[in-house]
């Protein structure tokens, strides 16, 4: 079992940055994929930004590209997402979750963390 830990949300005004936090513990493993993913209300989820494990090979959305930067820290069995140059439209909750499989289903996810951005 696998549990994830998201910290680091909170309310900034846009513009500002925030830097979130995604920590692993439990049967933690070295390969697999792990994704940012947010939630705002009324509004479908949405994979944001992801990394495997050993390689890094992120990927971004187009609606955080150039502004979020995933990465991880294996030595901690921590993975951050630095957002940058917030927007209200990044206003959700933030989840991160693993594939330890490589299938691309996420078996494990974290309770969230809230960001909200204040025009």
């Known amino acids: 079992q696998v549990q994830l830990v998201e910290s680091g949300g909170g309310v900034v005004q846009a513009g500002g940055s925030l830097r979130l936090s995604c920590a692993a513990s439990?049967?933690?493993?070295?390969?697999?994929?792990m994704g940012w993913f947010r939630q705002a209300p009324g509004k479908e989820g949405e994979l944001i930004a992801t990394?495997?494990?050993?390689?890094?090979?992120?990927y971004y959305a187009d609606s955080v590209k150039g502004r979020f930067t995933i990465s991880r820290d294996n030595a901690k069995n921590t993975v951050y997402l630095q957002m940058n140059s917030l927007k209200a439209e990044d206003t959700a909750v933030y989840y991160c979750a693993a594939d330890n499989s490589g299938s691309g289903t996420y078996a494990y996810w974290g309770q969230g963390t809230q960001v909200t951005v204040s025009s």
């Open positions: 990394i495997t494990w050993s390689g890094g090979n992120p």
């Open positions: 439990g049967r933690t493993f070295s390969s697999g994929t």
